[in-house]
């Protein structure tokens, strides 16, 4: 068997983790785990106690424990031991990055350097369904009907998370709390950044250096989501 591929793409929000995230999916056949949809499936649908922990730091919008985020990642990693995979939200703390680093080698870390005028543009073009997460813009991924979630026609939504103040708040957080798992991963020498104001102008350079590494595939990809 190749050996197995193990990728993690960080960036700050609106920076088109998610967007990337499934190009290289589909591209390259690889399982893609969001971290935060997980977490977010495990709060829609386990009424544990965990589930209910989680839930409520997704509701107040803070980063579950680290101890916790570890604990439900574990299975679900051990799940796709036998699949190249991308992480995308995980690691988001140098903690959960030395979890990661205990239980496996990474191959690549692509980090998503954008400029918080791009961001901020794209954030007020952001609308969202927020039962499914499913993510539109309406300049580059406008949905079919104006205002309608593809698939269920229901209302899309803009997220208070999304305003200028908050993704100001955002942006400083994730600055700080990303620098220590940079520097580790730098360390490490499988961090690849990657600057740009257009997904569709960076994605090329990610595609050439992931080919380098994989095999273009028959997609086997699909976004994993709750155990
Ligand atoms: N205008 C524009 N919007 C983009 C581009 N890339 C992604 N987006 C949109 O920006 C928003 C954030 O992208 P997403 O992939 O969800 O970013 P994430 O928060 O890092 O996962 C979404 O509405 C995307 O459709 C781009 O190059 N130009
Ligand atoms: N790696 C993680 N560690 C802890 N909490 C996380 C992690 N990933 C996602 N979350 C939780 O999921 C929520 C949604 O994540 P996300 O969609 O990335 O939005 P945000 O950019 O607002 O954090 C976060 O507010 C947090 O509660």
Redesign the pocket.
């Known amino acids: 068997m190749a050996k197995l591929f193990r990728a993690v793409i960080m960036g700050p ?1 609106g920076s088109g983790k998610g967007t990337i995230s499934k190009r290289i999916a589909q591209n390259f056949g690889l399982e893609y785990l969001s ?2 949809q997980f ?2 499936d495990i709060a829609a649908t386990k009424n544990t106690e965990e589930g209910v922990l ?1 839930k409520t ?2 509701d ?7 101890h916790v ?1 570890t604990r439900l990642m574990q299975p679900r990693l051990e799940q796709l031991s036998r699949h190249s995979w991308l992480l995308e ?5 140098v903690v ?1 990055a030395r979890s990661l680093n205990e239980l496996y080698q990474l191959d690549m870390v692509i980090s998503l350097n954008i400029p918080y005028s791009t961001l901020s543009d794209r954030m007020s073009d952001k609308w969202i369904h927020p039962a499914s ?1 499913r993510v539109y813009n309406m300049t580059f991924n406008p949905p079919r009907v104006k205002g309608k979630d593809d698939v269920t026609g229901e209302p899309l939504i803009q997220s208070e ?1 999304d305003k200028p103040e908050a993704l100001m708040a ?1 942006l400083r957080h ?1 600055k700080d709390v990303a620098k220590p798992i940079f520097d580790l991963y730098k360390s490490q020498g499988i961090l690849h950044s990657f600057s740009g104001t257009d997904t569709d102008r960076i994605w090329p350079y990610i595609n050439s250096i992931l080919s380098t590494k994989l095999p273009a595939g028959p997609s086997e990809s699909r976004q994993t989501q709750t155990p």
Do not use: E, H, S
């Open positions: 929000p971290c935060a977490l977010q989680v730091y997704i107040k919008r803070m980063l579950v424990p680290d985020v939200g995980y690691p988001r703390t959960q997460g998370d955002r994730y």
